[in-house]
Protein backbone atom coordinates (compact mmCIF):
# COMPACT_ATOMS: atom_id res chain seq x y z
CA UNK A 1 0.00 0.00 0.00
CA UNK A 2 1.63 3.51 -0.91
CA UNK A 3 1.79 6.22 1.85
CA UNK A 4 -1.06 8.04 0.04
CA UNK A 5 -3.26 4.87 0.18
CA UNK A 6 -2.46 4.93 4.01
CA UNK A 7 -2.59 8.12 4.53
CA UNK A 8 -6.46 8.63 2.84
CA UNK A 9 -7.54 5.05 5.31
CA UNK A 10 -6.26 6.82 8.27
CA UNK A 11 -8.88 9.74 8.01
CA UNK A 12 -11.60 6.53 8.53
CA UNK A 13 -9.89 4.28 10.71
CA UNK A 14 -10.64 3.49 14.48
CA UNK A 15 -8.81 5.84 16.74
CA UNK A 16 -8.39 2.71 19.10
CA UNK A 17 -8.30 -1.08 19.44
CA UNK A 18 -11.42 -3.00 19.01
CA UNK A 19 -13.44 -4.44 21.75
CA UNK A 20 -13.54 -8.53 21.55
CA UNK A 21 -16.27 -9.52 19.72
CA UNK A 22 -16.60 -12.81 18.20
CA UNK A 23 -17.20 -13.15 14.43
CA UNK A 24 -20.01 -15.21 14.51
CA UNK A 25 -22.05 -12.34 16.91
CA UNK A 26 -24.93 -10.91 16.09
CA UNK A 27 -24.71 -7.85 14.14
CA UNK A 28 -27.33 -5.33 16.24
CA UNK A 29 -25.71 -6.62 19.35
CA UNK A 30 -22.10 -5.40 17.26
CA UNK A 31 -23.49 -2.29 15.96
CA UNK A 32 -25.05 -1.21 19.57
CA UNK A 33 -21.82 -1.72 21.05
CA UNK A 34 -20.00 0.35 18.49
CA UNK A 35 -22.53 2.99 18.94
CA UNK A 36 -23.46 3.28 15.43
CA UNK A 37 -27.18 1.89 16.75
CA UNK A 38 -28.98 2.39 19.87
CA UNK A 39 -31.30 -0.40 19.82
CA UNK A 40 -31.73 -3.71 18.41
CA UNK A 41 -33.59 -2.61 15.03
CA UNK A 42 -32.47 -3.92 11.93
CA UNK A 43 -34.01 -1.34 9.65
CA UNK A 44 -31.52 1.22 11.69
CA UNK A 45 -28.43 -0.74 10.05
CA UNK A 46 -27.36 0.37 6.91
CA UNK A 47 -24.90 -1.00 3.94
CA UNK A 48 -22.90 -0.09 1.19
CA UNK A 49 -22.91 -2.37 -1.57
CA UNK A 50 -20.10 -3.57 -4.44
CA UNK A 51 -17.13 -2.16 -2.21
CA UNK A 52 -14.85 -3.89 -4.41
CA UNK A 53 -12.26 -1.67 -5.97
CA UNK A 54 -10.21 -0.13 -4.29
CA UNK A 55 -11.21 3.49 -5.31
CA UNK A 56 -15.13 1.83 -4.30
CA UNK A 57 -13.52 0.59 -1.03
CA UNK A 58 -12.16 3.88 -0.11
CA UNK A 59 -15.50 5.50 -0.66
CA UNK A 60 -17.56 2.96 1.37
CA UNK A 61 -15.06 3.25 4.48
CA UNK A 62 -15.13 6.95 4.18
CA UNK A 63 -19.42 6.60 4.29
CA UNK A 64 -22.26 6.63 7.34
CA UNK A 65 -22.86 2.74 6.40
CA UNK A 66 -21.93 0.75 9.19
CA UNK A 67 -21.98 -2.73 6.59
CA UNK A 68 -19.66 -3.13 3.96
CA UNK A 69 -21.15 -5.69 1.36
CA UNK A 70 -18.67 -7.15 -1.16
CA UNK A 71 -18.07 -10.06 -3.84
CA UNK A 72 -15.63 -12.60 -4.00
CA UNK A 73 -14.17 -14.28 -6.82
CA UNK A 74 -11.02 -15.72 -8.33
CA UNK A 75 -8.43 -14.01 -10.19
CA UNK A 76 -9.05 -15.05 -13.63
CA UNK A 77 -12.17 -17.05 -12.89
CA UNK A 78 -13.09 -19.43 -15.67
CA UNK A 79 -10.15 -18.68 -17.99
CA UNK A 80 -6.99 -20.26 -18.35
CA UNK A 81 -5.24 -17.17 -16.45
CA UNK A 82 -7.18 -18.53 -13.13
CA UNK A 83 -5.14 -18.12 -10.18
CA UNK A 84 -5.93 -19.47 -6.60
CA UNK A 85 -5.79 -15.46 -5.46
CA UNK A 86 -9.39 -14.00 -4.15
CA UNK A 87 -10.16 -11.26 -5.46
CA UNK A 88 -13.22 -8.24 -5.20
CA UNK A 89 -15.08 -8.93 -8.44
CA UNK A 90 -18.19 -8.97 -9.44
CA UNK A 91 -19.42 -11.11 -12.16
CA UNK A 92 -18.92 -10.71 -14.93
CA UNK A 93 -15.38 -8.94 -14.01
CA UNK A 94 -12.42 -11.91 -13.40
CA UNK A 95 -10.20 -8.84 -12.47
CA UNK A 96 -9.34 -6.52 -9.65
CA UNK A 97 -7.14 -3.87 -8.52
CA UNK A 98 -8.03 -5.07 -5.10
CA UNK A 99 -7.31 -8.55 -3.48
CA UNK A 100 -9.29 -10.13 -0.68
CA UNK A 101 -6.20 -10.45 1.80
CA UNK A 102 -5.91 -6.39 0.65
CA UNK A 103 -9.95 -5.67 1.36
CA UNK A 104 -9.64 -7.31 4.77
CA UNK A 105 -6.73 -5.54 5.79
CA UNK A 106 -8.33 -2.22 4.83
CA UNK A 107 -11.89 -2.92 6.58
CA UNK A 108 -10.27 -3.93 9.54
CA UNK A 109 -8.57 -1.12 10.45
CA UNK A 110 -12.27 0.48 10.62
CA UNK A 111 -15.40 -0.35 12.59
CA UNK A 112 -17.37 -1.88 9.67
CA UNK A 113 -18.94 -5.24 9.23
CA UNK A 114 -18.59 -7.60 6.74
CA UNK A 115 -20.54 -9.35 4.31
CA UNK A 116 -18.77 -11.21 1.28
CA UNK A 117 -20.69 -12.75 -1.39
CA UNK A 118 -19.77 -15.79 -3.39
CA UNK A 119 -21.46 -15.98 -6.44
CA UNK A 120 -19.11 -19.69 -6.87
CA UNK A 121 -17.19 -22.22 -4.80
CA UNK A 122 -13.92 -21.44 -6.15
CA UNK A 123 -12.83 -18.88 -3.92
CA UNK A 124 -14.84 -20.03 -0.84
CA UNK A 125 -12.17 -22.06 0.51
CA UNK A 126 -9.18 -19.90 0.05
CA UNK A 127 -11.36 -16.73 1.38
CA UNK A 128 -12.30 -19.12 4.76
CA UNK A 129 -8.21 -19.97 4.93
CA UNK A 130 -7.85 -15.82 4.65
CA UNK A 131 -10.39 -15.30 7.08
CA UNK A 132 -9.12 -17.42 9.57
CA UNK A 133 -5.30 -16.25 9.33
CA UNK A 134 -6.47 -12.57 9.46
CA UNK A 135 -8.79 -13.89 12.99
CA UNK A 136 -5.50 -15.25 14.33
CA UNK A 137 -3.15 -12.79 13.81
CA UNK A 138 -4.89 -9.59 14.48
CA UNK A 139 -8.50 -10.84 15.62
CA UNK A 140 -11.11 -9.51 13.04
CA UNK A 141 -13.13 -8.26 15.74
CA UNK A 142 -16.40 -7.86 14.33
CA UNK A 143 -19.42 -9.90 12.81
CA UNK A 144 -18.55 -11.55 9.45
CA UNK A 145 -21.55 -12.39 6.70
CA UNK A 146 -20.77 -15.37 4.19
CA UNK A 147 -23.50 -14.88 1.86
CA UNK A 148 -24.49 -17.22 -1.22
CA UNK A 149 -27.41 -18.62 -3.49
CA UNK A 150 -27.75 -21.87 -2.47
CA UNK A 151 -31.73 -22.42 -3.81
CA UNK A 152 -33.06 -22.53 -6.78
CA UNK A 153 -35.57 -19.74 -6.74
CA UNK A 154 -38.59 -17.76 -8.43
CA UNK A 155 -38.16 -17.03 -12.00
CA UNK A 156 -35.15 -18.98 -12.70
CA UNK A 157 -34.71 -21.74 -15.37
CA UNK A 158 -33.03 -24.90 -14.35
CA UNK A 159 -30.15 -24.03 -16.53
CA UNK A 160 -28.91 -21.31 -13.84
CA UNK A 161 -27.76 -23.15 -11.46
CA UNK A 162 -27.52 -21.79 -7.77
CA UNK A 163 -24.23 -22.50 -5.85
CA UNK A 164 -24.28 -26.05 -4.37
CA UNK A 165 -25.64 -25.43 -0.80
CA UNK A 166 -23.78 -28.95 0.45
CA UNK A 167 -20.75 -27.42 -0.29
CA UNK A 168 -20.76 -24.58 0.25
CA UNK A 169 -21.74 -25.64 4.63
CA UNK A 170 -19.70 -28.08 4.52
CA UNK A 171 -16.52 -25.64 3.71
CA UNK A 172 -17.81 -22.81 5.97
CA UNK A 173 -17.89 -26.04 8.82
CA UNK A 174 -14.32 -27.33 8.18
CA UNK A 175 -13.00 -23.80 7.83
CA UNK A 176 -14.06 -21.08 9.46
CA UNK A 177 -17.57 -21.67 11.42
CA UNK A 178 -17.35 -18.95 13.47
CA UNK A 179 -20.05 -16.44 11.00
CA UNK A 180 -23.12 -15.48 10.50
CA UNK A 181 -24.76 -17.60 7.02
CA UNK A 182 -26.28 -15.59 4.60
CA UNK A 183 -28.02 -18.22 2.53
CA UNK A 184 -30.40 -17.15 -0.18
CA UNK A 185 -32.30 -17.97 -3.34
CA UNK A 186 -31.38 -17.65 -6.49
CA UNK A 187 -34.05 -15.18 -7.50
CA UNK A 188 -35.07 -13.32 -11.19
CA UNK A 189 -37.16 -10.72 -11.51
CA UNK A 190 -38.71 -9.20 -14.79
CA UNK A 191 -42.54 -8.08 -14.78
CA UNK A 192 -45.18 -8.97 -16.20
CA UNK A 193 -44.19 -12.46 -17.23
CA UNK A 194 -41.42 -13.00 -14.42
CA UNK A 195 -42.97 -12.47 -11.12
CA UNK A 196 -43.21 -15.54 -9.78
CA UNK A 197 -42.54 -15.32 -5.58
CA UNK A 198 -41.46 -17.95 -3.44
CA UNK A 199 -43.16 -21.42 -3.22
CA UNK A 200 -43.44 -23.66 -0.32
CA UNK A 201 -41.05 -25.77 -2.38
CA UNK A 202 -38.61 -23.39 -2.23
CA UNK A 203 -38.61 -22.51 1.38
CA UNK A 204 -39.17 -26.07 2.38
CA UNK A 205 -35.99 -26.95 0.53
CA UNK A 206 -34.00 -23.90 2.20
CA UNK A 207 -35.42 -25.37 5.96
CA UNK A 208 -33.71 -28.88 4.83
CA UNK A 209 -30.24 -27.07 4.51
CA UNK A 210 -30.39 -25.00 7.36
CA UNK A 211 -32.41 -26.57 9.92
CA UNK A 212 -29.22 -28.74 11.43
CA UNK A 213 -26.49 -25.51 11.27
CA UNK A 214 -24.77 -24.06 14.44
CA UNK A 215 -24.84 -20.59 13.23
CA UNK A 216 -26.94 -17.71 12.86
CA UNK A 217 -28.93 -17.75 9.11
CA UNK A 218 -29.97 -14.78 7.50
CA UNK A 219 -31.97 -15.19 4.24
CA UNK A 220 -31.84 -12.71 1.80
CA UNK A 221 -35.17 -12.15 0.44
CA UNK A 222 -36.16 -10.07 -2.91
CA UNK A 223 -38.23 -7.26 -1.42
CA UNK A 224 -40.64 -7.16 -4.24
CA UNK A 225 -41.48 -10.66 -3.82
CA UNK A 226 -41.73 -10.94 0.62
CA UNK A 227 -45.36 -9.85 0.45
CA UNK A 228 -46.66 -12.02 -1.76
CA UNK A 229 -44.67 -15.41 -0.16
CA UNK A 230 -45.48 -14.31 3.44
CA UNK A 231 -47.08 -17.22 4.16
CA UNK A 232 -44.32 -19.27 3.58
CA UNK A 233 -41.54 -17.08 4.38
CA UNK A 234 -42.62 -15.98 7.92
CA UNK A 235 -43.37 -20.46 8.17
CA UNK A 236 -39.87 -20.53 7.26
CA UNK A 237 -38.93 -17.39 9.83
CA UNK A 238 -41.28 -19.05 12.70
CA UNK A 239 -38.72 -23.00 12.84
CA UNK A 240 -35.93 -21.20 14.72
CA UNK A 241 -35.09 -17.73 16.73
CA UNK A 242 -31.58 -18.30 14.73
CA UNK A 243 -33.17 -17.05 11.41
CA UNK A 244 -33.67 -13.72 10.08
CA UNK A 245 -34.20 -11.86 7.06
CA UNK A 246 -32.23 -9.69 5.11
CA UNK A 247 -34.65 -7.78 2.33
CA UNK A 248 -32.58 -6.70 -0.77
CA UNK A 249 -33.71 -5.17 -4.09
CA UNK A 250 -32.99 -5.02 -7.46
CA UNK A 251 -33.06 -2.19 -9.75
CA UNK A 252 -36.66 -1.76 -9.84
CA UNK A 253 -37.74 -0.72 -5.98
CA UNK A 254 -40.23 -2.16 -3.64
CA UNK A 255 -43.33 -0.10 -2.75
CA UNK A 256 -43.03 1.71 1.06
CA UNK A 257 -46.04 -0.07 1.67
CA UNK A 258 -44.69 -3.62 1.18
CA UNK A 259 -42.04 -2.82 3.23
CA UNK A 260 -44.28 -1.58 5.85
CA UNK A 261 -46.35 -5.05 5.10
CA UNK A 262 -42.80 -6.92 6.30
CA UNK A 263 -42.17 -4.95 9.18
CA UNK A 264 -45.49 -5.03 10.43
CA UNK A 265 -45.44 -8.67 10.68
CA UNK A 266 -42.22 -9.77 12.13
CA UNK A 267 -40.08 -8.58 14.90
CA UNK A 268 -37.57 -5.42 14.39
CA UNK A 269 -34.72 -7.41 15.66
CA UNK A 270 -35.24 -10.04 12.94
CA UNK A 271 -35.71 -8.46 9.81
CA UNK A 272 -32.69 -5.91 7.81
CA UNK A 273 -33.59 -3.92 5.12
CA UNK A 274 -30.72 -3.69 2.30
CA UNK A 275 -32.76 -1.37 0.33
CA UNK A 276 -31.78 2.06 -1.72
CA UNK A 277 -32.60 5.48 -1.35
CA UNK A 278 -34.98 7.38 -1.77
CA UNK A 279 -37.32 4.57 -0.72
CA UNK A 280 -35.20 3.80 2.41
CA UNK A 281 -35.45 7.27 3.63
CA UNK A 282 -39.40 7.09 3.39
CA UNK A 283 -39.53 3.78 4.76
CA UNK A 284 -38.27 4.97 7.72
CA UNK A 285 -40.28 8.24 7.94
CA UNK A 286 -43.14 5.97 6.76
CA UNK A 287 -42.38 3.14 10.14
CA UNK A 288 -42.06 5.69 12.87
CA UNK A 289 -45.42 7.55 12.23
CA UNK A 290 -47.03 7.49 15.38
CA UNK A 291 -50.43 5.57 14.99
CA UNK A 292 -50.81 4.39 11.77
CA UNK A 293 -52.30 1.92 10.23
CA UNK A 294 -50.64 -1.82 10.83
CA UNK A 295 -50.39 -3.46 7.65
CA UNK A 296 -51.30 -6.77 9.27
CA UNK A 297 -50.93 -10.22 7.60
CA UNK A 298 -54.33 -11.68 7.74
CA UNK A 299 -53.00 -15.36 8.16
CA UNK A 300 -50.96 -14.17 11.51
CA UNK A 301 -51.80 -14.84 14.52
CA UNK A 302 -54.78 -13.35 15.90
CA UNK A 303 -53.20 -12.76 19.96
CA UNK A 304 -50.40 -10.87 17.89
CA UNK A 305 -53.32 -8.67 16.26
CA UNK A 306 -55.29 -8.19 19.72
CA UNK A 307 -52.43 -7.86 21.60
CA UNK A 308 -50.80 -5.20 19.72
CA UNK A 309 -54.44 -3.05 19.23
CA UNK A 310 -54.16 -3.45 23.40
CA UNK A 311 -50.55 -2.09 23.57
CA UNK A 312 -51.07 0.99 21.06
CA UNK A 313 -53.21 4.20 21.68
CA UNK A 314 -56.53 3.59 20.44
CA UNK A 315 -59.76 4.17 21.51
CA UNK A 316 -61.21 0.79 21.53
CA UNK A 317 -60.53 -1.16 24.97
CA UNK A 318 -59.77 -5.02 24.07
CA UNK A 319 -61.15 -7.61 26.56
CA UNK A 320 -57.99 -9.40 26.49
CA UNK A 321 -55.94 -8.95 29.70
CA UNK A 322 -52.80 -10.03 29.86
CA UNK A 323 -52.39 -11.59 26.39
CA UNK A 324 -54.98 -14.49 26.99
CA UNK A 325 -56.67 -15.83 24.52
CA UNK A 326 -59.28 -17.64 27.13
CA UNK A 327 -60.97 -13.40 26.89
CA UNK A 328 -61.34 -13.20 23.11
CA UNK A 329 -64.70 -12.72 21.98
CA UNK A 330 -66.29 -14.34 19.19
CA UNK A 331 -69.30 -12.64 18.10
CA UNK A 332 -72.02 -14.00 15.38
CA UNK A 333 -72.99 -11.37 12.80
CA UNK A 334 -76.51 -11.43 12.19
CA UNK A 335 -77.41 -8.04 10.50
CA UNK A 336 -75.56 -4.91 9.62
CA UNK A 337 -77.07 -2.83 12.69
CA UNK A 338 -75.21 -5.60 15.28
CA UNK A 339 -72.51 -4.98 13.10
CA UNK A 340 -71.80 -1.84 13.43
CA UNK A 341 -72.75 -1.63 17.05
CA UNK A 342 -69.88 -4.29 17.51
CA UNK A 343 -67.49 -2.45 15.59
CA UNK A 344 -67.61 0.46 18.31
CA UNK A 345 -66.50 -1.44 21.20
CA UNK A 346 -64.51 -3.98 22.11
CA UNK A 347 -62.14 -6.42 20.11
CA UNK A 348 -62.34 -10.26 19.55
CA UNK A 349 -63.61 -12.40 16.66
CA UNK A 350 -66.80 -11.58 14.21
CA UNK A 351 -68.05 -14.86 13.18
CA UNK A 352 -69.88 -14.91 10.07
CA UNK A 353 -71.91 -18.01 8.78
CA UNK A 354 -72.07 -18.04 4.94
CA UNK A 355 -75.07 -18.65 3.12
CA UNK A 356 -76.33 -18.68 -0.61
CA UNK A 357 -78.55 -15.65 -1.53
CA UNK A 358 -82.06 -17.02 -2.86
CA UNK A 359 -82.18 -13.84 -5.38
CA UNK A 360 -78.31 -14.39 -6.56
CA UNK A 361 -78.02 -18.25 -5.81
CA UNK A 362 -73.61 -17.93 -5.16
CA UNK A 363 -73.40 -14.73 -3.88
CA UNK A 364 -72.35 -15.03 0.28
CA UNK A 365 -74.77 -13.51 1.93
CA UNK A 366 -75.04 -13.75 5.84
CA UNK A 367 -77.38 -16.79 7.13
CA UNK A 368 -80.88 -15.68 8.01
CA UNK A 369 -80.79 -12.60 5.43
CA UNK A 370 -80.76 -14.77 2.91
CA UNK A 371 -84.19 -14.09 2.17
CA UNK A 372 -85.08 -10.45 3.27
CA UNK A 373 -85.20 -7.76 0.47
CA UNK A 374 -81.86 -6.37 2.10
CA UNK A 375 -79.45 -9.59 2.58
CA UNK A 376 -76.26 -8.38 4.12
CA UNK A 377 -73.90 -9.97 1.65
CA UNK A 378 -70.42 -10.84 2.25
CA UNK A 379 -69.06 -8.12 -0.20
CA UNK A 380 -71.15 -5.41 2.32
CA UNK A 381 -69.17 -6.66 5.82
CA UNK A 382 -66.24 -6.30 3.91
CA UNK A 383 -66.76 -2.93 2.68
CA UNK A 384 -67.89 -2.00 6.19
CA UNK A 385 -64.38 -3.65 7.75
CA UNK A 386 -62.38 -1.88 5.03
CA UNK A 387 -64.34 1.35 6.01
CA UNK A 388 -63.51 0.89 9.48
CA UNK A 389 -60.02 -0.10 9.25
CA UNK A 390 -58.87 0.32 12.81
CA UNK A 391 -61.33 -1.80 14.81
CA UNK A 392 -59.75 -4.65 16.35
CA UNK A 393 -61.94 -7.40 15.06
CA UNK A 394 -60.81 -10.32 12.74
CA UNK A 395 -63.00 -12.39 10.95
CA UNK A 396 -64.05 -15.98 10.70
CA UNK A 397 -66.04 -17.41 7.87
CA UNK A 398 -67.70 -20.50 8.51
CA UNK A 399 -68.96 -21.51 5.00
CA UNK A 400 -71.03 -24.47 3.71
CA UNK A 401 -70.36 -25.53 0.32
CA UNK A 402 -67.18 -25.04 -2.01
CA UNK A 403 -68.94 -22.68 -4.44
CA UNK A 404 -69.45 -20.69 -1.63
CA UNK A 405 -65.93 -20.82 -0.39
CA UNK A 406 -64.74 -19.89 -3.99
CA UNK A 407 -66.93 -17.10 -4.01
CA UNK A 408 -65.88 -16.00 -0.53
CA UNK A 409 -62.29 -16.50 -1.53
CA UNK A 410 -62.49 -14.32 -4.34
CA UNK A 411 -64.03 -11.59 -2.56
CA UNK A 412 -61.27 -11.50 0.35
CA UNK A 413 -58.77 -11.12 -2.46
CA UNK A 414 -60.51 -8.42 -3.50
CA UNK A 415 -60.38 -6.15 -1.03
CA UNK A 416 -57.00 -7.65 0.21
CA UNK A 417 -55.82 -6.33 -2.85
CA UNK A 418 -57.48 -3.07 -2.31
CA UNK A 419 -55.71 -2.71 1.03
CA UNK A 420 -58.72 -2.71 2.61
CA UNK A 421 -58.21 -6.51 4.65
CA UNK A 422 -55.40 -6.41 7.47
CA UNK A 423 -57.10 -7.98 9.84
CA UNK A 424 -57.27 -11.90 11.06
CA UNK A 425 -59.13 -13.99 9.12
CA UNK A 426 -60.10 -17.40 9.47
CA UNK A 427 -62.07 -19.94 7.39
CA UNK A 428 -63.69 -22.94 8.09
CA UNK A 429 -65.72 -25.26 5.49
CA UNK A 430 -68.70 -26.73 7.18
CA UNK A 431 -70.28 -30.38 6.85
CA UNK A 432 -68.77 -33.35 5.61
CA UNK A 433 -65.20 -33.65 7.01
CA UNK A 434 -63.69 -36.42 4.43
CA UNK A 435 -60.40 -36.42 3.43
CA UNK A 436 -61.49 -35.28 -0.12
CA UNK A 437 -63.96 -32.24 1.10
CA UNK A 438 -60.69 -31.31 3.05
CA UNK A 439 -58.42 -31.25 -0.56
CA UNK A 440 -61.19 -29.11 -1.83
CA UNK A 441 -61.28 -27.07 1.02
CA UNK A 442 -57.21 -26.71 0.93
CA UNK A 443 -56.66 -26.68 -2.81
CA UNK A 444 -58.95 -23.44 -3.07
CA UNK A 445 -57.37 -21.52 -0.18
CA UNK A 446 -53.91 -22.25 -1.40
CA UNK A 447 -55.53 -21.27 -5.41
CA UNK A 448 -57.95 -18.25 -4.28
CA UNK A 449 -56.51 -16.54 -1.31
CA UNK A 450 -54.24 -18.41 0.91
CA UNK A 451 -53.46 -15.54 3.35
CA UNK A 452 -55.68 -17.37 5.88
CA UNK A 453 -55.64 -19.50 8.94
CA UNK A 454 -57.74 -22.63 7.80
CA UNK A 455 -59.94 -23.95 10.56
CA UNK A 456 -60.74 -27.99 10.29
CA UNK A 457 -64.20 -28.50 12.07
CA UNK A 458 -63.96 -31.88 13.85
CA UNK A 459 -66.74 -33.60 15.51
CA UNK A 460 -65.67 -36.34 16.68
CA UNK A 461 -63.18 -37.45 18.82
CA UNK A 462 -60.28 -38.32 19.01
CA UNK A 463 -60.05 -35.60 15.81
CA UNK A 464 -58.25 -36.67 13.18
CA UNK A 465 -55.58 -34.43 11.13
CA UNK A 466 -56.34 -34.83 7.52
CA UNK A 467 -52.65 -35.38 5.98
CA UNK A 468 -53.24 -32.59 3.54
CA UNK A 469 -53.29 -30.20 6.20
CA UNK A 470 -50.59 -31.13 8.35
CA UNK A 471 -47.77 -29.79 6.35
CA UNK A 472 -49.47 -26.38 5.21
CA UNK A 473 -47.58 -23.49 5.65
CA UNK A 474 -50.70 -21.66 7.02
CA UNK A 475 -51.77 -21.50 10.40
CA UNK A 476 -54.16 -24.20 11.32
CA UNK A 477 -56.77 -23.87 13.67
CA UNK A 478 -58.91 -27.45 14.86
CA UNK A 479 -62.36 -26.55 16.50
CA UNK A 480 -63.59 -29.41 18.59
CA UNK A 481 -67.66 -29.67 19.24
CA UNK A 482 -68.27 -29.42 22.98
CA UNK A 483 -70.55 -33.33 22.57
CA UNK A 484 -67.09 -34.86 21.17
CA UNK A 485 -65.34 -34.43 24.11
CA UNK A 486 -65.35 -37.55 26.61
CA UNK A 487 -63.58 -37.50 30.20
CA UNK A 488 -60.55 -38.70 31.25
CA UNK A 489 -56.93 -38.17 31.16
CA UNK A 490 -56.38 -38.89 27.77
CA UNK A 491 -58.37 -36.39 26.61
CA UNK A 492 -56.06 -33.98 28.55
CA UNK A 493 -52.89 -35.21 27.54
CA UNK A 494 -54.32 -35.79 23.87
CA UNK A 495 -55.42 -31.42 23.89
CA UNK A 496 -52.36 -31.03 24.89
CA UNK A 497 -50.79 -32.78 22.14
CA UNK A 498 -52.98 -30.56 19.84
CA UNK A 499 -52.58 -27.16 21.27
CA UNK A 500 -48.45 -27.71 20.90
CA UNK A 501 -49.11 -28.15 16.74
CA UNK A 502 -52.49 -25.94 16.39
CA UNK A 503 -54.67 -22.88 17.62
CA UNK A 504 -57.61 -24.91 19.25
CA UNK A 505 -61.21 -23.65 19.33
CA UNK A 506 -63.20 -25.36 21.64
CA UNK A 507 -67.17 -24.45 22.29
CA UNK A 508 -67.87 -24.05 25.96
CA UNK A 509 -69.51 -26.95 27.92
CA UNK A 510 -71.35 -25.77 30.70
CA UNK A 511 -72.41 -28.96 31.59
CA UNK A 512 -71.87 -30.34 35.25
CA UNK A 513 -70.16 -33.13 33.78
CA UNK A 514 -68.10 -31.23 31.58
CA UNK A 515 -64.70 -31.99 33.35
CA UNK A 516 -62.00 -32.67 30.93
CA UNK A 517 -62.00 -29.36 29.01
CA UNK A 518 -62.27 -27.76 32.81
CA UNK A 519 -59.35 -29.46 33.87
CA UNK A 520 -57.39 -28.84 30.34
CA UNK A 521 -58.09 -25.21 30.63
CA UNK A 522 -56.67 -25.24 34.08
CA UNK A 523 -53.79 -26.80 33.28
CA UNK A 524 -53.10 -24.86 30.42
CA UNK A 525 -53.39 -21.84 32.79
CA UNK A 526 -50.90 -23.03 35.47
CA UNK A 527 -48.22 -24.12 32.44
CA UNK A 528 -48.54 -20.85 30.78
CA UNK A 529 -48.22 -18.21 33.81
CA UNK A 530 -51.98 -17.49 34.04
CA UNK A 531 -52.19 -16.86 30.17
CA UNK A 532 -52.76 -18.37 26.84
CA UNK A 533 -52.05 -18.05 23.68
CA UNK A 534 -53.59 -19.76 21.62
CA UNK A 535 -56.54 -21.96 23.06
CA UNK A 536 -60.00 -19.98 22.37
CA UNK A 537 -63.40 -20.77 23.80
CA UNK A 538 -66.37 -20.20 21.82
CA UNK A 539 -69.96 -20.80 22.37
CA UNK A 540 -72.00 -22.84 20.16
CA UNK A 541 -73.96 -20.28 18.80
CA UNK A 542 -71.28 -18.54 17.60
Known amino acids: ?53 KEEMNKALASDAMILEADVTLEGYGTANEKPIPIMAHPPDIYSDNTLDQWLDAVLASRKGIK ?19 NGSREIN ?25 SFLQLVQESFPDVTLSLGWKVAYAPP ?21 PQKVTLPLHALLARSGWQHISWLLSQSSRFSLTLWQGSTHPTVSDLLFVRDNSHPARVYYDIYEPTLSQFKQAASQQ ?26 QSTVTQHNSLEVQWFTVTERTSLLAQLSDGAGMLVVHVASDS ?31 DVPWGLHLRIPTLQLLEASLRLLHSAYSREELYRPVWISMEGSQSEDSTNEFVSAVERLFPYVTLVLTEQ ?29 QEVINHLTRLIERYDLLVEEDTRPSAGAFTAFKALMTERRGRTNTNLYV ?4 S
Not at 36 to 48: F, H, N, Q, V
Not at 379 to 389: E, F, I, K, T, Y
Not at 538 to 541: D, K, L, P
Open 1 to 53: MTLSAFTHLSLFCSSGPLPSFPTGGDMLDYLIQSGDISERDGLLATWYHRANG
Open 460 to 488: NWPPVIPATATGLSQRVAVHLNKASLPEG
Open 291 to 316: GRLRRFYPGGDLMDFLCQVQDSHTNH
Open 142 to 166: RPVWLNADIIQGPNVPDFVPPVNGT
Open 116 to 134: LDFKSLGSVGLSLDLLRQK
Open 359 to 389: NQPGVPVLEGSEKSSEALTLQDVLQVLGQRA
Open 538 to 541: TSAQ
Open 193 to 213: LFNQTYTRHMVEEMFDMIKDV
